[in-house]
Every structure is written in structure tokens, then in C-alpha cells.
């Protein structure tokens, strides 16, 4: 098992910037594939981005694509999402999610584990 918990989220004016994080802990020998999704009220669960296991491949949705940057610090189990320029349609609960097996980047039914997620706003 591996438990995922994420952090960073808040409240931000358009335009802003932050910085999630995501640490991981439990059964983390092996890399595994990464990725951050979102969901916002009434909408379906939403792929923002994916980093391969080794991190030389990273994916993107084409709404973020350009303002939003994934990364991973392996040594310290963490990932993290930097997200510049934010806009008010950003706003969704973020959740940090890992895979055991390849798929669909995008699609979050590929993902094995989740963190509880973590609120971020943006205001205009």
C-alpha cells in the first residue's frame, strides 16, 4: 500500500501562483507513475498532469498545458505542482494520485492509489 497526502492548496487572486505538494509513504521501494487530477463542483474528476515513473516523461491537459509544471523528488518521496497564472476555472480540489501499471495518462481509473485531495481557489 502506499498512502499519498497532499498540501499547498488555498486561496489566490487570478494571476497567482502555488505550489502543491504531495508526500509519499508506505510501500514507495519501487517509482511509481504519478499524477494530479482535480474536480471541481458538480463536474467529473479531471486529469491536470503525469510524470513516468523514472520522470523523464510528463503529460499535461491542454488547459494547464504551459502554466502548470509536475515534478518529482524521488530522494524525498515527494511530487509537487506548480501552478502559475492561475485562473478562477482552476478552482477544484487537487488530488495527488499513483499507478502500478501503464494506461491512459489522463484517464484516473488507471490510478491505484489517491490522497484525501486538497482545496484550491482563485478569485477573480
Known amino acids: 500500500q502506499v498512502q499519498l497526502v497532499e498540501s499547498g492548496g488555498g486561496l489566490v487572486q487570478a494571476g497567482l501562483s502555488l505550489r502543491l505538494a504531495c508526500a509519499a509513504s508506505g510501500r514507495t521501494q519501487r517509482n511509481y507513475d504519478m499524477g494530479w487530477f482535480r474536480q471541481a463542483p458538480g463536474k467529473e474528476r479531471e486529469f491536470v498532469a503525469a510524470i513516468s515513473w523514472s520522470g523523464a516523461g510528463t503529460y499535461y491537459a491542454d488547459s494547464v498545458k504551459g502554466r502548470f509544471t509536475i515534478s518529482r523528488d524521488d530522494a524525498n518521496k515527494m511530487l509537487h505542482l506548480q501552478m502559475n497564472s492561475l485562473k478562477p476555472e482552476d478552482t477544484a480540489v487537487y488530488y495527488c494520485?499513483?499507478?502500478?501499471?501503464?494506461?491512459?495518462?489522463?484517464?484516473?481509473?488507471?490510478?491505484?492509489?489517491w490522497g484525501p485531495g486538497t482545496q484550491v481557489t482563485v478569485s477573480s
Open positions: 494520485a499513483a499507478r502500478t501499471y501503464g494506461g491512459s495518462w489522463s484517464d484516473y481509473r488507471q490510478y491505484n492509489y
